[in-house]
């Protein structure tokens, strides 16, 4: 089985410790993880904002750069869902327009080999039980990507819920949106604010000493929202409590 690391910008630019994380786990795991260094972006930005045409290079170039890979794995639900949704439809969008196959064959190979972490684990390697050890409560929010496209369900409370040590406790309102929503929180960001303030709200009210969730970008707006309160809640991604163990706790 050849595996590749997506580990993607918000990883790679502000939380490199997820993207660590996910190896680690991995290959604790008995997988061989490679990393492809010509990743970029997938795109997601520019598609979103309604730039379809200037998307489609990021998609030739992602597609490249995971080519003759068995599995492509991210700790990310929102790139995950621009590879196996959108990529197919921009590739599709193309040939419709007369621009030839290529760039629809491209995405049509790599969108059935991409997987979001926890659907890989659960749906792929068979296992909830990772022989992780994490000692604190726990509340999870699943990002809308992740819920409402991917539908990972509940791989990720499976995967918490066999942690050592783990409390989870359920989160409020859990399927509401946070308010990010990409650059959605840019041109609207009193609603993003909003929002947020209505996710953070409930999940201060759960108790928990984390709020863990897949995509690091959804916690990345809930995490400043709460250090603005000076909130006694840290968000985490679910892949560093994952790979943290007896042997190597998270610090």
């Known amino acids: 089985m050849r595996v590749a690391l997506f580990a993607t910008c918000v990883n790679d630019a502000v939380h490199p410790s997820t993207a660590i994380a996910t190896v680690k786990l991995l290959e604790r795991l008995g997988v061989s993880v490679d990393f492809p260094a010509a990743q970029t972006c ?16 990021l998609v030739r170039r992602t597609a490249r750069a995971f080519e003759g890979y068995d599995h492509v794995v991210a700790p990310s639900g929102s790139c995950v869902a621009m590879v196996r949704d959108n990529y197919p439809r921009i590739g599709r969008k193309a040939r419709s327009e007369g621009r030839g196959s290529a760039l629809s064959d491209a995405a049509d190979s790599l969108a059935p080999r991409t997987y979001e972490l926890t659907e890989f684990l659960v749906d792929v390697l068979g296992v909830t039980d990772v022989g992780a050890y994490f000692p604190h409560t726990v ?17 990720p409370r499976r995967l ?43 999940s201060l009210s759960t108790g928990a000493e984390v709020l863990c969730g897949a995509d690091n970008s959804c916690l990345l707006h809930i995490d400043g929202m709460l250090r603005r309160r000076d909130a006694p809640q840290r968000t985490l991604h679910i892949a560093e409590i994952l790979a943290s163990t007896e042997e190597e706790p998270l610090t």
């Open 42 to 57: 997938c795109g997601q930005p520019q598609f979103n904002t309604g730039y379809r045409r200037e998307t489609e290079p």
């Open 139 to 155: 509340t999870y929010h699943p990002s809308c990507h992740g819920l409402r496209v991917l539908g990972l369900g509940e791989r």
């Open 160 to 202: 918490l819920r066999a942690v050592k040590g783990l409390e989870l406790v359920e989160l409020p309102g859990a399927e509401e949106c946070c308010g990010f929503g990409g650059t959605f929180a840019v041109k609207n960001p009193a609603v993003s604010t909003a929002m947020g303030a209505d996710k953070i709200r409930r």
